[in-house]
């Protein structure tokens, strides 16, 4: 009985045995075909898609796997910190202190730092995409987070008194491309290009905190540093904008590698329909902002009390990079104090073919960031005309030199007190002719520049001229 119990327990244990792993691998290929699916359905997510489960701070690799991970990087990095943000704040505050006085509003004296340190905490690389190997340059994509604990104080001298303002809490998140110009000399490079990548859109956080004081004491000051670093961004350190620094040892031409007039864009602003209402009593009083750049912003005649207004304005701006840059449209409502904003839009030239007129009908949104949008409702339309015209090289040298004379004669217009800023919209419709803005002294002589200049950029072609006010 002993056997016979021994041989069916053993039979009754092996068959146990033989079901528990028979379940068990069931599970495991169960899970192994729950996970490809999962997977096959991740692999069909596209960047947007990525963008709204992880938000804005995923790194590219996760999309991208061109990117490869720089682990042994950071490690360095994290080694050469203190001497390259002792270097880099210095080369910082000589580069952009300049650019804040260009930018900075009427209402502000003066706009420099007070302090400027990178702290002790080195950026992360999340990784590096090889972007091309042309001959004689190297191009680098490089995907670059920093939450790092740096000093940056700003001194904001304004009518009643200095405002020392403090940078707290700073967050960058962006792609960096650099490209190293080659040469047969030691160090073998002769110019390093920097630029922030447009696409996805560079990231900067921060809060303001008055050292000493508070912000609350000069009402819209915050706004207009966030305008201010906005601007800056995208009109000097976003691609194909590019901060151009040669390297010691090997002489260089810095100019060859800056950025130069590539086309000129045609936008004839032709209407709007059905647009929102934002008066208490009548109907809104729209203009049109165009640009490519923000520093070379124009917009057309006000239309009083209309809702569906029609301009048939056409204007001349000026692009660089017709695969990377856009143009910008924003409707406003004309107001005694701050002017509102009915809509936005954008338009990629890289979308555009040269030299064949396009009609779009545009659907203006509350932002371009449509992830943080929280007015859905509708805001009407705006129908523009475009035409792409590619320069030729002779074009292109005029075009530049033209380029130049509208930003001296933008200075001027804010010296004197006609716009607040050098990104302000101009009323192209006033620099058709000289006699638009006074034929004499300060004022003649912007018109005259901009009336020259219009050839290429900002100037009302149909219409009429108007005074500046």
């Known amino acids: 009985m002993g056997l016979i119990s021994g041989i069916l327990m053993g039979m009754i244990f092996g068959v146990s045995l033989m079901a528990g792993w028979l379940q068990m691998m069931k599970y495991r290929s169960g899970k192994r075909i729950g996970?490809?699916?999962?997977?096959?359905?991740?692999?069909?997510?596209?960047?947007?898609?990525?963008?709204?489960?992880?938000?804005?701070?995923?790194?590219?690799?996760?999309?991208?796997?061109?990117?490869?991970?720089?682990?042994?990087?950071?490690?360095?990095?994290?080694?050469?910190?203190?001497?390259?943000?002792?270097?880099?704040?210095?080369?910082?505050?000589?580069?952009?202190?300049?650019?804040?006085?260009?930018?900075?509003?009427?209402?502000?004296?003066?706009?420099?730092?007070?302090?400027?340190?990178?702290?002790?905490?080195?950026?992360?690389?999340e990784g590096i995409r090889v972007q091309s190997l042309k001959k004689g340059q190297v191009t680098m994509d490089i995907d670059l987070r920093w939450g790092g604990d740096p000093n940056i104080v700003l001194e904001v001298d304004t009518p009643v008194g200095n405002i020392p303002i403090q940078l707290k809490d700073l967050q960058v998140f962006t792609v960096v491309r650099v490209i190293f110009h080659l040469a047969e000399e030691m160090p073998c490079i002769s110019a390093l290009l920097v630029a922030l990548l447009s696409e996805p859109k560079p990231r900067i956080d921060y809060t303001l905190k008055a050292v000493g004081g508070s912000l609350t004491g000069l009402p819209g000051i915050s706004d207009m540093i966030d305008d201010t670093v906005e601007s800056i961004v995208t009109d000097t350190l976003q691609w194909p904008h590019r901060i151009v620094v040669p390297m010691g040892g090997t002489a260089v031409d810095a100019s060859e590698f800056e950025l130069k007039p590539e086309g000129r864009l045609t936008v004839t602003v032709v209407r709007a329909n059905d647009l929102k209402n934002l008066e208490m009593i009548g109907k809104s009083d729209p203009y049109v902002v165009v640009h490519v750049r923000p520093r070379f912003k124009v917009k057309t005649k006000t239309i009083d009390n209309n809702l569906n207004p029609v301009w048939n304005e056409t204007f001349e701006l000026i692009a660089e990079d017709r695969e990377t840059q856009g143009l910008t449209v924003e409707v406003f409502d004309k107001d005694i104090g701050q002017d509102q904003r009915l809509g936005i839009a954008k338009v990629r030239l890289s979308e555009l073919e040269p030299e064949k007129p396009k009609e779009v009908n545009l659907r203006l949104l509350a932002s371009l960031d449509t992830l943080k949008v929280k007015d859905k409702k509708d805001r009407g339309t705006c129908t523009i005309k475009l035409l792409y015209h590619l320069f030729s090289k002779e074009e292109q040298l005029i075009a530049l030199e033209e380029e130049k004379r509208i930003l001296e004669a933008r200075k001027e217009m804010k010296e004197a007190g006609v716009i607040e800023s050098t990104t302000d919209a101009v009323d192209a419709s006033a620099s058709g002719s000289s006699t638009a803005t006074g034929g004499s002294g300060i004022m003649g002589s912007v018109g005259r520049e901009l009336s020259k200049a219009g050839k290429f950029m900002g100037r009302t072609i149909t219409g009429h001229s108007k005074r500046i006010e």
């Open 35 to 125: 996970k490809a699916v999962d997977i096959k359905t991740l692999s069909t997510l596209n960047r947007d898609d990525l963008r709204k489960i992880c938000g804005d701070n995923y790194p590219e690799w996760i999309s991208f796997p061109v990117f490869e991970q720089a682990k042994w990087l950071n490690k360095q990095l994290s080694k050469l910190w203190p001497f390259v943000a002792e270097a880099a704040s210095a080369v910082l505050k000589e580069s952009v202190e300049p650019l804040l006085e260009d930018y900075r509003p009427t209402a502000v004296n003066s706009l420099k730092f007070a302090k400027l340190s990178l702290g002790t905490v080195a950026p992360k690389i």
